[in-house]
């Protein structure tokens, strides 16, 4: 009965949006959009046709609408962890199966849901979203404060849902999210280099943003295998929760210490002052694992991030694992491979 209330609820907030939701072209031809939206809405246009064409990622009506919102994103997104082990929860929903997340437009309900959780024992993460895809069921509308993204991160906003829309293995949720981080990384940066230049300054940035990227996810993982070191090594609740805030404090002091000797930007500086919990770390290692499986098979075959998102397809309609099935295609022969 939860469930159902649940998805009536959130059904009818996306419902809503979609029902505000104007046909881009038609807003073109009225002639009420400004100068910066109809900005907004060639580069979306051509980032859609970079994603199709290039790379034969699922091009459907998605992001060829528009949303006029005064938000600055779109849903509140709940996810949880025990608060003294790394055991997610998750939630089963019709035709996606389980999920580590439950998704909210009512910020109040996702945080009714947190503290429901955090009362069962449960370390809770509550954060924004900016988009979602609804893997091609429906038309997933561009909104309003997507305007203010800049071109690297508009178009792996789009290549990461239009990923989504692509290939989804059902009920393995870190596969399907970091194909689609890797489409996204990888796609945007083959559109900046296509549109600016490989020695643009456009271009240039990307590799900062990445280098800190890639800084910042160690600084998790280390973090991570710490905290799963002790789980696995103290026998008492107690212990392990003493244990948790120590390696918190430690990982903190010295981020902020070791800051500008390991990172470019300001972007991740924050981490050293923020509320940590399971939670918090397990969002990032769900979003951002270890993406160089992916990276060494682009390389296999030799950029070709078409080829890649057809193994992606097999992998995920192949039974069981679907990371298994990537680790066998970098594992056999290349002409056996092209021959499977």
């Known amino acids: 009965?939860?469930?159902?209330?649940?998805?009536?609820?959130?059904?009818?907030?996306?419902?809503?949006?979609?029902?505000?939701?104007?046909?881009?072209?038609?807003?073109?031809?009225?002639?009420?959009?400004?100068?910066?939206?109809?900005?907004?809405?060639?580069?979306?246009?051509?980032?859609?046709?970079?994603?199709?064409?290039?790379?034969?990622?699922?091009?459907?009506?998605?992001?060829?609408?528009?949303?006029?919102?005064?938000?600055?994103?779109?849903?509140?997104?709940?996810?949880?962890?025990?608060?003294?082990?790394?055991?997610?929860?998750?939630?089963?929903?019709?035709?996606?199966?389980?999920l580590f997340y439950r998704g909210f437009y009512d910020r109040a309900g996702a945080y009714r849901e947190a503290a429901k959780l955090r009362n069962t024992g449960f370390d809770v993460l509550v954060r924004p979203v900016r988009a979602f895809s609804s893997l091609g069921f429906f038309s997933d509308p561009a909104y309003s404060f997507m305007r203010g993204y800049g071109e690297y991160e508009l178009a792996n906003l789009i290549f990461h849902e239009q990923m989504h829309a692509t290939v989804w293995a059902e009920g393995q949720n870190e596969f399907n999210e970091e194909i689609a981080t890797f489409v996204g990384e990888v796609g945007a940066e083959r559109y900046i280099a296509r549109k600016y230049g490989a020695d643009s300054e456009e271009y240039r940035s990307i590799y900062r943003l990445r280098a800190d990227r890639d800084a910042f996810r160690e600084v998790i993982r280390s973090v991570h295998s710490d905290l799963q070191a002790a789980y696995d090594s103290l026998a008492s609740r107690d212990a392990r929760l003493a244990a948790k805030w120590d390696i918190f404090g430690d990982a903190q002091a010295e981020f902020a210490e070791k800051y500008d000797e390991l990172f470019f930007t300001d972007r991740y500086r924050g981490f050293a002052e923020a509320t940590l919990s399971n939670a918090y770390i397990d969002s990032y290692m769900k979003y951002s694992g270890d993406l160089g499986p992916y990276y060494r098979l682009l390389e296999r075959y030799e950029g070709d991030l078409g080829t890649v998102i057809d193994l992606f397809r097999v992998a995920a309609s192949a039974p069981g694992d679907a990371r298994g099935y990537v680790a066998s295609f970098l594992q056999l022969e290349p002409d056996a491979s092209e021959s499977s």
């Not at 807003?27 to 246009?45: I, N, S, V």
């Not at 600055?72 to 025990?82: C, E, G, K, N, Q």
């Open 1 to 98: 009965l939860f469930d159902g209330s649940y998805l009536v609820r959130q059904g009818l907030g996306y419902l809503a949006m979609q029902a505000r939701a104007r046909d881009i072209e038609n807003l073109r031809r009225d002639g009420r959009a400004d100068a910066e939206t109809l900005a907004f809405f060639d580069r979306l246009k051509e980032i859609r046709s970079f994603a199709g064409e290039e790379f034969g990622l699922t091009v459907n009506s998605s992001f060829s609408r528009y949303v006029a919102t005064d938000r600055a994103y779109l849903v509140d997104v709940v996810s949880a962890v025990r608060d003294d082990s790394f055991e997610r929860h998750t939630w089963r929903y019709p035709v996606l199966g389980r």
